[in-house]
């Protein structure tokens, strides 16, 4: 299965530190996208990786990509408890339109 | 506001009703896409549509029927529903098929009693 497996599935910090996640896939990929689920919503589009690129930025979200290791992080810094939500990562696979999504990381932020 | 509208927002029903759930995209999108979210698994993908026409059915049963009538609109059609059909029913569109950053409504939850 091409699907992104999050690790870990929960994590608990304090407002303020940093949020690490990791995504681990299995064949070669076109891109790697992040998003992120709040209770009772939709999936938000957060960031998208392509599989030339090795880091990528958006305001206090930092994803790297490593194609031969076939995982990615997500790192949010100074977080906040806006940030409680699922974070999922979503693989698009070389010559398929499709997007594969992980079961997710659920992030609680303690004030 | 995601740009795509999801109704209803909570539906229950009995196993041998028939309902429709309902998505609208404003964002010009050419795909849209069903998925079914149920608790601790991976999003199922379920039906694509790319300029109106199904290209994919990713083996989903008989008794969820999708509509697509223009590129705005996508319909779950669902009857003889099963217990294990309770879950969140997401609806996405992308400009157009190709691995692009998908835009999701806020669901249905259905609950099937």
């Known amino acids: 299965s091409q699907q992104g497996e999050e690790d870990p599935q929960a994590l608990s910090i304090q407002e303020g530190e940093n949020a690490t996640m990791n995504c681990s896939y299995k064949?070669?990929?076109?891109?790697l996208q992040w998003y992120r689920q709040n209770s009772g919503r939709g999936l938000v589009h957060l960031i998208l990786i392509r599989s030339n690129e090795r880091e990528k930025h958006s305001g206090r979200l930092r994803v790297t990509l490593d194609t031969s290791k076939k995982s990615s992080s997500l790192l949010i810094t100074a977080s906040r408890a806006a940030d409680t939500a699922s974070y999922f990562c979503?693989?698009?696979?070389?010559?398929?339109?499709?997007?594969?999504f992980g079961a997710g990381t659920t992030v609680t932020v303690r004030a | 506001e995601t740009g795509v509208t999801q109704t209803p927002r909570h539906l229950v029903m009995g196993m041998t009703n028939k309902k429709s759930l309902k998505c609208e995209q404003h964002?010009?999108?050419?795909?849209m896409y069903w998925y079914k979210q149920s608790a601790k698994k991976p999003l199922e993908l379920m039906f694509v549509?790319?300029?109106?026409?199904?290209?994919e059915n990713n083996s989903v049963p008989s008794r969820f029927s999708p509509e697509c009538p223009n590129s705005s609109h996508l319909f779950l059609h669902l009857h003889t529903l099963q217990p294990e059909d309770s879950a969140l029913y997401l609806c996405?569109?992308?400009?157009?098929?190709?691995?692009?950053?998908?835009?999701f409504g806020d669901g249905t939850r259905l609950s099937i009693l």
């Open positions: 996405a569109s992308s400009q157009d098929g190709g691995n692009q950053p998908q835009h």
């Open positions: 964002l010009g999108h050419n795909a």
């Open positions: 549509y790319n300029f109106k026409e199904q290209t």
């Open positions: 979503a693989t698009a696979a070389l010559n398929d339109y499709k997007l594969s």
């Open positions: 064949t070669s990929i076109n891109n």
